[in-house]
């Protein structure tokens, strides 16, 4: 299913954290976004701030009040993209066997964590969090991508500054629009937390049942299980297409899965050791060489 969203029905969803983040602004400017827009109001924010930090307060300040110019520029011809499909799946080890049309399967390969815990805690793999294939009961996970209007990314080119504030707010469109989407697939589409009654700043904390790791988060390091996703979603649809490494074009592009047991968590994969590099290889079909290309982060 596709979803076409305004920009200004997103920009409510935006985490202005990794906006100001971006900028080089610690979290606590971001709280500029939480107060109202008279001048007294933010002329009290800012007493808020020991003397040496004002100057940066007032810069944050400024930032947001141009990036809201720039969004309301952009609102009135681009819009952002969701594509996202909900799928039978079941686990199978480490792999997620997910029914791409009826009876047509794809194998989805997934790491597990392989370092040794201080608490003993199990290794996780996202597999986990998936009804397993012994069961004979199918289970569902979703799959999803998000992303600006590429012609975005080519505004301002000849005013450095602008042309960095469309990319940082690019990002964050094309994530609040995903959050804006999993909203509706966990209240709707999917429909298991239909009761769901969580105001925004509780969506931006992840205070909802499930998870939604993107390809490149911790728990799903490999770039190159966007091809999968592409088999499952045609992410030209909305207009993103790979590069041969598996790169998302536009560059404000965000694929992942979506979970919904109640117990699934987000977590780190971490170094994983050759026999796992080597097991993984030989079930995403690709030499050992290759994976290491992008598992360079996580190899030891």
């Known amino acids: 299913m596709i979803l076409s ?20 602004f610690q979290p606590r400017f971001a709280a500029i976004a939480n107060i109202h827009g008279c001048d007294a109001c933010r002329a009290s924010w800012l007493t808020t701030f020991p003397e040496e930090e004002r100057n940066k ?49 794809i194998t989805f390969p997934l790491l597990r964590q392989q370092t040794p ?20 009961i199918p ?17 301002y080119e000849q005013d450095p500054y602008k042309h960095l504030l ?33 105001g925004i700043a509780d969506l931006l904390v992840e205070k909802y049942q499930g998870i939604r790791p993107a390809v490149g988060y911790p728990s799903l390091p490999d770039q190159s299980v966007n091809f999968l996703l592409d088999e499952l979603l045609d992410m030209k649809q909305i207009g993103i297409s790979l590069t ?10 965000v694929c992942g899965l979506m979970f919904s047991h109640p117990a699934s968590e987000y977590f780190s994969v971490g170094k ?3 026999d796992q590099l080597e097991d993984y290889a ?16 996580n190899l030891q």
């Not at 409510?12 to 954290?17: A, E, G, L, V």
């Not at 041969?244 to 592009?253: D, L, T």
Request: some cysteine.
């Open 117 to 136: 815990k201080r608490d003993g805690s199990p290794f996780l793999c996202l597999s986990d969090f998936i009804r397993p294939i012994s069961s004979g």
């Open 5 to 24: 969203y305004k920009i200004h029905t997103v920009t409510p969803y935006i985490n202005w954290i990794y906006f100001f983040h971006a900028w080089g």
């Open 244 to 253: 041969e490494n598996g790169a998302m074009y536009p560059h404000a592009s």
């Open 166 to 198: 469309v990319q940082t707010l690019s990002d964050r469109l094309a994530e609040a629009a995903t959050e804006k989407m999993h909203e509706y697939v966990r209240k709707e589409a999917w429909g298991y937390a239909k009761d769901e009654n969580l």
């Open 57 to 105: 307060a007032s810069e944050a300040m400024q930032l947001f009040k141009e990036a809201n110019r720039m969004l309301d520029l952009l609102d009135r011809d681009y819009e952002v993209k969701t594509i996202f499909k909900l799928c039978k799946a079941n686990s199978d080890g480490d792999n997620l066997i997910i029914e791409k049309e009826k009876d047509r399967f």
């Open 139 to 155: 289970d569902t996970i979703g799959a999803f991508a998000s992303s600006i209007d590429a012609d975005m990314e080519g505004l």
């Open 272 to 274: 994983i050791g050759e």
């Open 282 to 297: 030989r079930r995403r079909g690709k030499s050992i060489e290759e994976m290491c290309k992008f598992l360079a982060a």
